[in-house]
T-cell receptor, first 114, second 114 residues
């Protein structure tokens, strides 16, 4: 069974600083990996996805993530944080060729300090 | 496209009452998911449908919960009788079939059972 671990339930960075949100996954088969963002009182929105093509994936709003099989990681980064990036971020995994069930991590709340 | 539409946005009810949550998926999507989000348990998949057929309901917590999808454009999640521990935000999401297809979420229904 797949699982996802997000390290750090809360991350705080200054505006303009690097954003790094950590995600490690566990899967017995090649995974599909996703990052979603949730703003207050809204549903989740897709930021980016990895589907076994390029290991460095670029998403919306300047975010990107790198799939590292050897480390079973899919960390999310953004070079320069903006106040509008404050939100909760979820990493999720599903199985290639398997059931279409997304398993989500517990989420990381990102706070941006002015 | 209007996106996934959920109603109501907020529901407050007394313990023991029946609650019905509604969802209209994005037109053309053939997979539909119901998730529950709480602080303690995060995002939990309750049930998902492919082509209106329930595929996996292993996440439905109890017999008090039931879900239907009578046609491709409508689904309901019913709780009867409701209990205070059912208080949560319930999300509906839809997608094309396939593990690589991202989910599109509605804005959720915030349920409070007193």
């Amino acid at each position: 069974a797949q699982s996802v671990t997000q390290l750090g339930s809360h991350v705080s960075v200054s505006e303009g600083a690097l954003v790094l949100l950590r995600c490690n996954y566990s899967s017995s088969v090649p995974p599909y990996l996703f990052w979603y963002v949730q703003y207050p009182n809204q549903g989740l929105q897709l930021l980016l996805k990895y589907t076994s093509a390029a290991t460095l994936v670029k998403g919306i709003n300047g975010f990107e993530a790198e799939f590292k099989k050897s480390e079973t990681s899919f960390h999310l980064t953004k070079p320069s944080a903006h106040m509008s990036d404050a939100a909760e971020y979820f990493c999720a995994v599903s199985e290639v060729g398997g059931a279409q069930k997304l398993v989500f991590g517990q989420g990381t709340r990102l706070t941006i300090n002015p | 496209d209007a996106g996934v539409i959920q109603s109501p946005r907020h529901e407050v009810t007394e313990m023991g009452q029946e609650v019905t949550l509604r969802c209209k998926p994005i037109s053309g999507h053939n997979s539909l998911f119901w998730y529950r989000q709480t602080m303690m348990r995060g995002l939990e998949l309750l049930i998902y449908f492919n082509n209106n057929v329930p595929i996996d309901d292993s996440g439905m917590p109890e017999d008090r919960f039931s879900a239907k999808m009578p046609n491709a454009s409508f689904s309901t999640l019913k709780i009867q009788p409701s209990e205070p521990r059912d208080s949560a935000v319930y999300f509906c999401a839809s997608s094309f079939t396939g593990g690589h297809s991202p989910l599109h979420f509605g804005n959720g229904t915030r349920l409070t059972v007193t």
